[in-house]
């Protein structure tokens, strides 16, 4: 039987971590940030997590999480939660969408304002942001967005606005021309965001299970996409019956691709191609509110 320079053996866990450990883990994140992890995600978890416990040098997944449950400092909630955020995103990902914006921002009162609740690495509201400024066909829209996520380490590469050229692969080249700074000598083979681009955009952390999410104004158009999923029904449900009111009577949700928000509240319906406007009564509500 093979070993490894630290004595165990090959295929052995550098930590013990047990079913118990990992409904503990289920228990934490999802009182804390709403996620609610498959079971399937054991190894998912072990993985992240391990990182953890070699950084902080506890030796062992109880100790870890007996610390965490007992008051752990607000920087290793922040650590353990951005652990078990899965960020997966790209530009333009489900481009259908973009055009529908476009045209529905060309139509509104100006200022606009739009909420990216979701924005991981950056790549969502960038490309909000592309297509705000085609509509326009200006680098100075009249346009703000805000970009929200629970995770500061994806949050921090999107205010940077810096990524591999590969991420601009599937880019028309003239787009990628207009809206990106190529990077020279040591900053070959990346790209930088322009500079006109990027103060359209706020980043700021929210965690959408927070009670005060800290957000102001009315929102022309809200996406949240391929977040949900990640919640159980009651707390999609509740997430949404908090959009309603932040968004203006036209607003319009996005979605993700796999996610359905019918059945969970009642205060949207389907527009198309998932996305959602509020239910009009939910409209009539919020314009006399408004008026009054």
């Avoid at 509201?125 to 326009?136: D, G, H, Q, R």
């Avoid at 967005?145 to 599937?170: C, P």
């Avoid at 309603?244 to 969970?264: I, Q, R, T, W």
Wanted: hydrophobic content about 40%.
């Amino acid at each position: 039987m093979k070993t490894t320079t630290q004595g165990r053996a090959e295929g052995s866990k550098e930590f013990e971590f047990t079913a118990r450990d990992f409904e503990r883990v289920r228990a934490l994140i999802h009182k804390k940030a709403g996620i609610a992890l498959a079971e399937s995600k054991q190894e998912m978890v072990y993985s992240r997590l391990a990182r953890r416990l070699r950084a902080t040098g506890i030796a062992s997944f109880v100790s870890y999480l007996d610390q965490l449950e007992q008051g752990g400092s607000d920087e290793e909630w922040e650590a353990f939660t951005n652990a078990l955020t899965t960020n997966l995103t790209s530009f333009f990902r489900e481009a259908h969408h973009f055009p529908i914006l476009a045209d529905h921002i060309k139509k509104i009162k100006e200022p606009i304002e739009i909420w990216c609740s979701a924005a991981s690495t950056g790549e969502e509201p960038y490309s909000i942001a592309m297509t705000a400024c085609e509509a326009f066909n200006t680098l100075t829209p009249p346009v703000r967005i805000i970009a929200t996520d629970i995770d500061t380490n994806v949050l921090n590469t999107g205010a940077n606005g810096v990524y591999s050229i590969d991420r601009l692969d599937k880019m028309a080249p003239e787009r990628a021309k207009r809206f990106f700074l190529r990077g020279k000598g040591a900053r070959e083979g990346m790209v930088r965001v322009r500079p006109e681009l990027r103060q359209l955009i706020t980043f700021k952390q929210v965690n959408l299970l927070e009670s005060n999410w800290g957000i102001s104004g009315q929102f022309d158009a809200i996406f949240c996409r391929n977040v949900m999923i990640y919640f159980d029904k009651p707390t999609q449900g509740k997430i949404l019956d908090r959009f309603a009111p932040l968004m203006k009577p036209d607003g319009l949700l996005f979605a993700g691709h796999s996610e359905n928000f019918l059945y969970v509240t009642d205060a949207f319906k389907l527009r198309g191609k998932t996305v959602y406007e509020l239910e009009p009564n939910k409209k009539a509500g919020l314009s006399q509110s408004r008026r009054a």
